[in-house]
């Protein structure tokens, strides 16, 4: 069992940066693959980013890519998504994600509770 706490989420103006962590319970966070996916008002979920276990390797959404960055401390069971040049269309709950890799993709297990980020003018 995993227990994901994000923080960080907090109103900014667009142009600007966002960091969100993402603090897991448990001495297994290592074996986890860890996400972060976001839910627009009215729209439905979508992948933002991925940290493969092999090598370390991030996947993004290309909606995202080159301004979003993922990193993970495993020392401290923490991932963080670095988010800069954030758009209007950042606006989102931000979900941290923690699961195990599978043919053909990631089922995700264990989610937080999301966090709040809110791009304005």
């Known amino acids: 069992q995993v227990q994901l706490v994000e923080s960080g989420g907090r109103l900014v103006q667009a142009g600007g940066s966002l960091r969100l962590s993402c603090t897991a319970s448990?001495?297994?966070?290592?074996?986890?693959?860890m996400g972060w996916l976001r839910q627009a008002p009215g729209k439905e979920r979508e992948f933002v980013s991925e940290?493969?276990?092999?090598?370390?390797?991030?996947y993004y959404a290309d909606s995202v890519k080159a301004r979003f960055t993922m990193s993970r401390d495993n020392a401290k069971n923490t991932v963080y998504l670095q988010m800069n040049s954030l758009e209007f269309g950042d606006t989102a709950v931000y979900y941290c994600?923690?699961?195990?890799?599978?043919?053909?993709?990631?089922?995700?297990?264990?989610w937080g509770q999301g966090a709040q980020g809110t791009v304005s003018s």
């Open positions: 994600a923690a699961g195990t890799e599978k043919i053909g993709g990631t089922n995700f297990d264990y």
């Open positions: 940290n493969k276990l092999s090598g370390g390797i991030v």
């Open positions: 448990g001495r297994t966070f290592s074996s986890y693959v």
